[in-house]
Protein backbone atom coordinates (compact mmCIF):
# COMPACT_ATOMS: atom_id res chain seq x y z
CA UNK A 1 0.00 0.00 0.00
CA UNK A 2 1.52 3.07 -1.16
CA UNK A 3 2.55 5.88 1.78
CA UNK A 4 -0.31 8.31 2.67
CA UNK A 5 0.98 11.76 1.74
CA UNK A 6 0.81 14.65 3.86
CA UNK A 7 0.00 18.26 3.66
CA UNK A 8 3.20 20.26 2.88
CA UNK A 9 3.89 23.72 3.51
CA UNK A 10 5.92 25.95 0.40
CA UNK A 11 7.26 29.45 0.54
CA UNK A 12 6.70 31.25 -3.20
CA UNK A 13 10.41 30.82 -3.30
CA UNK A 14 10.65 27.59 -2.68
CA UNK A 15 7.83 26.88 -5.38
CA UNK A 16 9.23 28.64 -7.96
CA UNK A 17 12.46 27.15 -7.30
CA UNK A 18 10.94 23.23 -7.63
CA UNK A 19 8.75 24.00 -10.23
CA UNK A 20 12.17 24.65 -12.63
CA UNK A 21 13.86 22.01 -11.27
CA UNK A 22 11.26 19.06 -11.87
CA UNK A 23 8.34 18.63 -14.25
CA UNK A 24 5.20 19.77 -13.10
CA UNK A 25 3.34 16.87 -13.71
CA UNK A 26 6.55 14.58 -12.04
CA UNK A 27 6.48 17.55 -8.77
CA UNK A 28 2.56 17.45 -8.51
CA UNK A 29 2.64 13.25 -8.15
CA UNK A 30 5.37 14.20 -5.31
CA UNK A 31 2.80 16.04 -3.78
CA UNK A 32 0.18 13.85 -4.47
CA UNK A 33 -2.29 16.22 -6.95
CA UNK A 34 -2.38 16.96 -10.48
CA UNK A 35 -0.08 18.76 -12.90
CA UNK A 36 -3.14 21.10 -13.43
CA UNK A 37 -3.87 21.47 -9.86
CA UNK A 38 -0.34 22.37 -9.08
CA UNK A 39 -0.41 25.42 -11.86
CA UNK A 40 -3.70 26.52 -10.44
CA UNK A 41 -1.14 27.14 -6.87
CA UNK A 42 1.23 28.63 -9.55
CA UNK A 43 -1.16 30.61 -10.80
CA UNK A 44 -2.62 31.91 -7.55
CA UNK A 45 0.79 33.19 -5.43
CA UNK A 46 1.82 34.51 -9.13
CA UNK A 47 4.77 31.76 -9.76
CA UNK A 48 5.79 31.16 -13.20
CA UNK A 49 6.76 27.97 -14.38
CA UNK A 50 7.90 26.36 -17.36
CA UNK A 51 5.35 26.18 -20.50
CA UNK A 52 4.59 23.38 -22.84
CA UNK A 53 7.71 21.53 -24.42
CA UNK A 54 10.50 23.35 -22.19
CA UNK A 55 11.64 20.21 -20.46
CA UNK A 56 11.79 18.50 -24.37
CA UNK A 57 13.31 21.26 -25.50
CA UNK A 58 16.12 21.33 -22.20
CA UNK A 59 16.71 17.43 -22.60
CA UNK A 60 17.43 18.01 -26.63
CA UNK A 61 20.21 20.49 -25.84
CA UNK A 62 18.24 23.56 -27.15
CA UNK A 63 18.28 26.83 -25.42
CA UNK A 64 15.23 27.66 -22.86
CA UNK A 65 14.65 30.57 -21.14
CA UNK A 66 14.20 30.20 -17.46
CA UNK A 67 11.09 33.16 -16.50
CA UNK A 68 12.18 35.22 -13.16
CA UNK A 69 10.36 35.42 -10.27
CA UNK A 70 7.76 38.57 -10.61
CA UNK A 71 7.67 40.68 -7.09
CA UNK A 72 4.57 39.78 -4.83
CA UNK A 73 1.69 42.06 -4.91
CA UNK A 74 0.14 43.50 -2.02
CA UNK A 75 -2.34 40.51 -2.19
CA UNK A 76 -0.14 37.86 -3.60
CA UNK A 77 0.06 34.71 -0.71
CA UNK A 78 3.85 34.30 0.31
CA UNK A 79 3.04 30.83 0.73
CA UNK A 80 1.01 27.87 0.31
CA UNK A 81 -0.05 24.51 2.23
CA UNK A 82 -0.62 21.96 -0.91
CA UNK A 83 -2.88 19.36 0.73
CA UNK A 84 -2.79 16.13 -1.48
CA UNK A 85 -6.38 14.89 -3.34
CA UNK A 86 -8.40 12.34 -1.08
CA UNK A 87 -7.82 9.65 -2.15
CA UNK A 88 -11.72 7.63 -3.63
CA UNK A 89 -13.48 5.92 -1.68
CA UNK A 90 -13.00 1.91 -1.99
CA UNK A 91 -16.24 -0.08 -3.03
CA UNK A 92 -17.34 -1.50 0.36
CA UNK A 93 -15.99 -5.04 1.51
CA UNK A 94 -19.14 -7.07 2.25
CA UNK A 95 -19.48 -9.36 5.30
CA UNK A 96 -19.24 -13.51 4.32
CA UNK A 97 -22.96 -13.19 5.70
CA UNK A 98 -24.40 -10.63 3.05
CA UNK A 99 -22.53 -12.00 0.56
CA UNK A 100 -24.11 -15.59 0.77
CA UNK A 101 -27.83 -13.56 1.06
CA UNK A 102 -26.53 -11.79 -2.57
CA UNK A 103 -25.84 -15.55 -3.91
CA UNK A 104 -28.98 -16.79 -2.42
CA UNK A 105 -30.98 -13.85 -4.32
CA UNK A 106 -29.09 -14.44 -7.48
CA UNK A 107 -30.15 -18.21 -7.48
CA UNK A 108 -33.83 -16.95 -6.49
CA UNK A 109 -33.85 -15.19 -9.35
CA UNK A 110 -32.75 -17.34 -11.77
CA UNK A 111 -35.61 -18.84 -13.47
CA UNK A 112 -37.54 -14.43 -12.95
CA UNK A 113 -39.31 -13.92 -16.58
CA UNK A 114 -41.24 -10.76 -17.71
CA UNK A 115 -44.71 -12.53 -19.26
CA UNK A 116 -46.17 -11.76 -22.78
CA UNK A 117 -49.45 -10.15 -21.00
CA UNK A 118 -50.20 -8.00 -18.10
CA UNK A 119 -52.71 -9.44 -15.63
CA UNK A 120 -53.27 -8.08 -12.09
CA UNK A 121 -50.57 -5.03 -12.82
CA UNK A 122 -48.72 -3.71 -9.90
CA UNK A 123 -50.63 -0.61 -8.15
CA UNK A 124 -48.11 1.61 -9.47
CA UNK A 125 -48.49 0.43 -13.30
CA UNK A 126 -52.42 -0.32 -12.35
CA UNK A 127 -52.01 3.84 -11.52
CA UNK A 128 -50.10 4.77 -14.85
CA UNK A 129 -53.28 2.72 -16.81
CA UNK A 130 -55.93 4.05 -14.84
CA UNK A 131 -54.49 7.92 -15.52
CA UNK A 132 -53.71 7.12 -19.29
CA UNK A 133 -57.83 5.78 -19.68
CA UNK A 134 -59.03 9.05 -17.38
CA UNK A 135 -57.40 11.36 -19.97
CA UNK A 136 -58.92 9.46 -23.25
CA UNK A 137 -62.20 10.39 -21.39
CA UNK A 138 -61.59 13.75 -20.93
CA UNK A 139 -60.34 14.05 -24.37
CA UNK A 140 -63.56 12.48 -25.46
CA UNK A 141 -65.71 14.75 -23.22
CA UNK A 142 -63.86 18.09 -24.41
CA UNK A 143 -65.87 19.82 -27.52
CA UNK A 144 -63.30 22.37 -28.18
CA UNK A 145 -61.47 20.44 -31.37
CA UNK A 146 -57.91 22.19 -30.41
CA UNK A 147 -57.88 21.12 -26.66
CA UNK A 148 -59.32 17.60 -27.80
CA UNK A 149 -56.28 16.60 -29.52
CA UNK A 150 -53.70 18.33 -27.04
CA UNK A 151 -55.57 16.51 -24.28
CA UNK A 152 -55.77 13.12 -25.66
CA UNK A 153 -52.92 10.77 -24.95
CA UNK A 154 -53.01 8.37 -28.04
CA UNK A 155 -53.31 5.03 -27.94
CA UNK A 156 -50.21 2.89 -25.98
CA UNK A 157 -47.69 1.97 -28.43
CA UNK A 158 -46.33 -1.68 -28.78
CA UNK A 159 -43.36 -0.37 -26.71
CA UNK A 160 -45.10 1.24 -23.77
CA UNK A 161 -46.91 -1.87 -23.20
CA UNK A 162 -44.06 -3.91 -23.24
CA UNK A 163 -42.42 -1.50 -20.83
CA UNK A 164 -45.57 -1.86 -18.73
CA UNK A 165 -44.72 -5.42 -18.65
CA UNK A 166 -41.44 -4.98 -18.05
CA UNK A 167 -41.36 -2.78 -14.99
CA UNK A 168 -44.83 -4.95 -13.40
CA UNK A 169 -42.40 -7.82 -13.53
CA UNK A 170 -40.16 -5.62 -11.94
CA UNK A 171 -41.55 -4.65 -9.08
CA UNK A 172 -43.70 -7.75 -8.05
CA UNK A 173 -39.74 -9.46 -8.27
CA UNK A 174 -38.38 -6.89 -5.79
CA UNK A 175 -41.43 -7.36 -3.32
CA UNK A 176 -41.48 -10.75 -3.26
CA UNK A 177 -37.91 -10.45 -1.94
CA UNK A 178 -39.05 -8.12 0.31
CA UNK A 179 -38.32 -4.96 -1.23
CA UNK A 180 -40.61 -2.14 -2.26
CA UNK A 181 -41.61 -0.08 -5.44
CA UNK A 182 -42.30 3.44 -5.57
CA UNK A 183 -43.17 6.52 -6.83
CA UNK A 184 -42.14 9.94 -5.57
CA UNK A 185 -43.77 13.09 -6.39
CA UNK A 186 -41.80 13.87 -9.59
CA UNK A 187 -42.83 10.61 -10.70
CA UNK A 188 -39.31 9.21 -10.17
CA UNK A 189 -39.83 5.31 -9.86
CA UNK A 190 -37.34 3.41 -6.86
CA UNK A 191 -37.11 0.45 -5.55
CA UNK A 192 -36.70 0.21 -1.37
CA UNK A 193 -34.22 -2.91 0.09
CA UNK A 194 -33.42 -2.98 3.45
CA UNK A 195 -34.67 0.82 4.06
CA UNK A 196 -32.34 1.87 0.96
CA UNK A 197 -33.94 4.04 -2.03
CA UNK A 198 -32.40 2.70 -5.38
CA UNK A 199 -33.87 5.31 -8.12
CA UNK A 200 -33.75 3.19 -11.74
CA UNK A 201 -35.07 4.46 -15.27
CA UNK A 202 -35.74 2.01 -18.21
CA UNK A 203 -35.77 4.36 -21.00
CA UNK A 204 -35.63 3.99 -25.29
CA UNK A 205 -32.70 4.20 -26.50
CA UNK A 206 -32.49 6.73 -29.63
CA UNK A 207 -30.15 7.40 -32.33
CA UNK A 208 -28.91 10.17 -34.51
CA UNK A 209 -30.05 10.04 -38.29
CA UNK A 210 -30.34 12.62 -41.41
CA UNK A 211 -33.76 12.99 -42.56
CA UNK A 212 -34.29 14.85 -45.68
CA UNK A 213 -36.08 18.17 -45.22
CA UNK A 214 -39.66 18.48 -45.93
CA UNK A 215 -41.06 20.30 -48.36
CA UNK A 216 -41.96 23.46 -45.80
CA UNK A 217 -37.92 23.10 -44.38
CA UNK A 218 -37.10 23.73 -48.29
CA UNK A 219 -38.96 26.64 -48.79
CA UNK A 220 -36.98 28.19 -45.57
CA UNK A 221 -33.81 26.77 -47.02
CA UNK A 222 -30.87 29.58 -47.58
CA UNK A 223 -28.10 29.07 -49.89
CA UNK A 224 -25.50 27.00 -48.35
CA UNK A 225 -27.90 24.82 -45.81
CA UNK A 226 -27.48 21.23 -45.84
CA UNK A 227 -30.09 19.22 -47.60
CA UNK A 228 -30.62 17.21 -44.31
CA UNK A 229 -31.88 17.96 -40.74
CA UNK A 230 -30.46 15.36 -37.81
CA UNK A 231 -32.40 14.20 -35.40
CA UNK A 232 -32.54 11.75 -32.82
CA UNK A 233 -34.98 8.75 -33.53
CA UNK A 234 -36.53 5.53 -31.47
CA UNK A 235 -34.98 2.49 -31.84
CA UNK A 236 -37.13 0.07 -30.22
CA UNK A 237 -34.44 -1.18 -27.95
CA UNK A 238 -34.37 -0.30 -24.07
CA UNK A 239 -31.87 0.96 -21.63
CA UNK A 240 -32.35 -0.08 -17.91
CA UNK A 241 -30.24 2.30 -15.82
CA UNK A 242 -29.73 2.81 -11.73
CA UNK A 243 -29.39 6.19 -11.05
CA UNK A 244 -28.05 5.95 -7.61
CA UNK A 245 -24.66 5.69 -7.11
CA UNK A 246 -23.70 1.93 -6.00
CA UNK A 247 -19.93 1.47 -6.60
CA UNK A 248 -19.27 -2.03 -7.38
CA UNK A 249 -21.79 -3.25 -9.19
CA UNK A 250 -22.98 -2.80 -12.54
CA UNK A 251 -25.44 0.41 -13.44
CA UNK A 252 -26.32 0.25 -16.84
CA UNK A 253 -27.91 -2.86 -19.13
CA UNK A 254 -28.24 -2.16 -23.25
CA UNK A 255 -30.53 -4.16 -25.05
CA UNK A 256 -29.70 -5.37 -28.46
CA UNK A 257 -31.18 -7.31 -31.25
CA UNK A 258 -28.97 -10.56 -30.04
CA UNK A 259 -29.58 -10.01 -26.30
CA UNK A 260 -33.06 -8.44 -25.26
CA UNK A 261 -34.35 -7.16 -22.25
CA UNK A 262 -36.44 -10.62 -20.99
CA UNK A 263 -32.89 -12.38 -21.48
CA UNK A 264 -31.15 -9.83 -19.25
CA UNK A 265 -34.09 -9.24 -16.80
CA UNK A 266 -33.19 -11.61 -14.20
CA UNK A 267 -29.45 -10.12 -14.33
CA UNK A 268 -31.17 -6.50 -13.17
CA UNK A 269 -33.76 -7.76 -10.69
CA UNK A 270 -30.15 -10.15 -8.95
CA UNK A 271 -28.26 -6.44 -9.01
CA UNK A 272 -31.06 -4.26 -7.91
CA UNK A 273 -31.42 -7.24 -5.02
CA UNK A 274 -28.17 -7.00 -3.92
CA UNK A 275 -27.71 -3.53 -4.28
CA UNK A 276 -29.81 -3.16 -1.01
CA UNK A 277 -26.78 -4.85 1.13
CA UNK A 278 -24.40 -3.04 -0.75
CA UNK A 279 -25.87 0.36 0.85
CA UNK A 280 -26.46 -0.47 3.94
CA UNK A 281 -22.72 -1.61 4.34
CA UNK A 282 -22.04 2.14 2.30
CA UNK A 283 -23.91 3.72 4.82
CA UNK A 284 -22.70 2.42 7.92
CA UNK A 285 -18.76 2.56 6.65
CA UNK A 286 -19.83 6.67 6.61
CA UNK A 287 -21.63 6.65 9.44
CA UNK A 288 -18.65 5.04 11.56
CA UNK A 289 -16.10 7.59 8.87
CA UNK A 290 -18.69 10.51 10.08
CA UNK A 291 -18.12 9.38 13.66
CA UNK A 292 -14.78 8.98 13.63
CA UNK A 293 -14.56 12.67 11.92
CA UNK A 294 -16.84 14.26 14.45
CA UNK A 295 -14.77 12.65 17.81
CA UNK A 296 -11.41 14.16 15.69
CA UNK A 297 -12.95 17.00 15.37
CA UNK A 298 -13.75 17.11 18.98
CA UNK A 299 -10.31 15.99 20.18
CA UNK A 300 -9.02 19.20 18.00
CA UNK A 301 -11.51 21.29 19.36
CA UNK A 302 -10.46 20.05 22.75
CA UNK A 303 -6.84 20.52 21.98
CA UNK A 304 -7.44 24.16 21.14
CA UNK A 305 -9.16 25.55 23.69
CA UNK A 306 -6.89 23.51 26.40
CA UNK A 307 -3.88 25.52 24.28
CA UNK A 308 -5.98 28.81 24.67
CA UNK A 309 -6.82 28.16 28.50
CA UNK A 310 -2.48 27.60 28.86
CA UNK A 311 -1.69 30.82 27.08
CA UNK A 312 -4.19 32.52 29.14
CA UNK A 313 -2.92 31.29 32.13
CA UNK A 314 0.98 32.43 31.08
CA UNK A 315 -0.34 36.02 30.31
CA UNK A 316 -1.98 36.26 33.88
CA UNK A 317 1.32 34.88 35.58
CA UNK A 318 3.61 37.02 33.38
CA UNK A 319 1.21 39.59 34.32
CA UNK A 320 1.23 39.15 38.40
CA UNK A 321 5.19 38.91 37.28
CA UNK A 322 5.25 42.02 36.13
CA UNK A 323 2.99 43.52 38.75
CA UNK A 324 5.85 42.45 41.66
CA UNK A 325 8.64 43.65 38.93
CA UNK A 326 6.45 47.13 39.72
CA UNK A 327 6.05 46.93 42.90
CA UNK A 328 9.98 45.76 43.82
CA UNK A 329 11.00 49.09 41.65
CA UNK A 330 8.60 50.80 43.68
CA UNK A 331 9.77 49.63 47.03
CA UNK A 332 13.68 50.76 46.11
CA UNK A 333 12.25 54.04 44.97
CA UNK A 334 10.77 54.72 48.32
CA UNK A 335 13.85 53.17 50.31
CA UNK A 336 15.89 55.87 48.18
CA UNK A 337 12.98 58.69 48.83
CA UNK A 338 13.68 58.09 52.53
CA UNK A 339 17.03 58.61 52.38
CA UNK A 340 16.94 61.99 50.97
CA UNK A 341 14.34 63.19 53.01
CA UNK A 342 15.37 66.00 55.58
CA UNK A 343 12.27 66.87 56.86
CA UNK A 344 9.36 63.98 57.82
CA UNK A 345 7.11 66.60 58.76
CA UNK A 346 7.24 68.95 55.75
CA UNK A 347 4.08 69.47 54.31
CA UNK A 348 3.30 68.59 50.40
CA UNK A 349 0.01 68.96 49.34
CA UNK A 350 -2.90 67.61 51.78
CA UNK A 351 -0.56 65.81 53.85
CA UNK A 352 3.13 65.37 55.20
CA UNK A 353 6.53 63.74 53.86
CA UNK A 354 6.50 60.98 56.34
CA UNK A 355 2.60 60.08 55.66
CA UNK A 356 3.24 59.91 51.89
CA UNK A 357 6.03 57.20 52.48
CA UNK A 358 3.40 55.46 54.91
CA UNK A 359 0.97 55.64 51.75
CA UNK A 360 3.58 54.47 49.70
CA UNK A 361 4.22 51.46 51.73
CA UNK A 362 0.93 50.62 52.32
CA UNK A 363 0.06 51.04 48.31
CA UNK A 364 3.24 48.44 47.72
CA UNK A 365 2.46 46.21 50.22
CA UNK A 366 -1.07 45.75 49.23
CA UNK A 367 0.29 45.66 45.11
CA UNK A 368 2.83 43.05 46.03
CA UNK A 369 2.05 39.58 44.57
CA UNK A 370 4.54 37.88 46.69
CA UNK A 371 2.48 39.44 49.91
CA UNK A 372 -0.50 37.99 49.24
CA UNK A 373 1.24 34.56 49.13
CA UNK A 374 1.94 31.30 46.44
CA UNK A 375 -2.03 30.13 47.21
CA UNK A 376 -3.33 33.63 46.15
CA UNK A 377 -1.30 33.43 42.85
CA UNK A 378 -1.88 30.34 41.41
CA UNK A 379 -5.43 30.73 42.73
CA UNK A 380 -6.08 33.78 40.55
CA UNK A 381 -4.24 31.50 37.55
CA UNK A 382 -6.51 28.35 37.92
CA UNK A 383 -9.55 30.79 37.86
CA UNK A 384 -8.79 31.58 33.83
CA UNK A 385 -10.12 29.87 31.06
CA UNK A 386 -9.69 29.95 27.10
CA UNK A 387 -12.54 32.79 27.93
CA UNK A 388 -11.10 35.27 29.24
CA UNK A 389 -8.87 37.10 27.15
CA UNK A 390 -9.06 36.88 23.27
CA UNK A 391 -6.14 37.15 20.81
Not at 17 to 23: F, G, H, L, N, R
Not at 192 to 221: A, M, S, T, W, Y
Not at 274 to 280: C, W
Not at 286 to 292: G, K, L, N, P, W
Request: net charge positive; aromatic share 8%.
Amino acid sequence: MAEEKQPVELTRQNLYKQVWETPMTRLAQSYGITGNGLAKICDRLKVPYPPRGYWAKKAAGKQVITFRLPDADSDTPQQVTIKPTPRPTPPPQLSPEIQRQVAAARDALAEVSIPQRLLRPHPIVAGWLADHERRKIEARNERDPWRKKWMDPGSFSENDRRRHRILDALFKSIERQGGHAKQDDRQAIFVELLGQPIEFQLREKLKQVRRPLNHDEKQLQSKGDKGWRQELQPTGMFIFSIKTYIPGICREWLETKDKTMEDIFPDIVATLIAAGPVLVEIKRQRDEEAQRARAAEQRRYEKEQRQKREKNRWREFNAIARQWRDTALAREFVAALKLISADPEQQIGDRSVSKWLAWADEKIESYDPVAQGVEVIFGSVSQVTEWTQRD
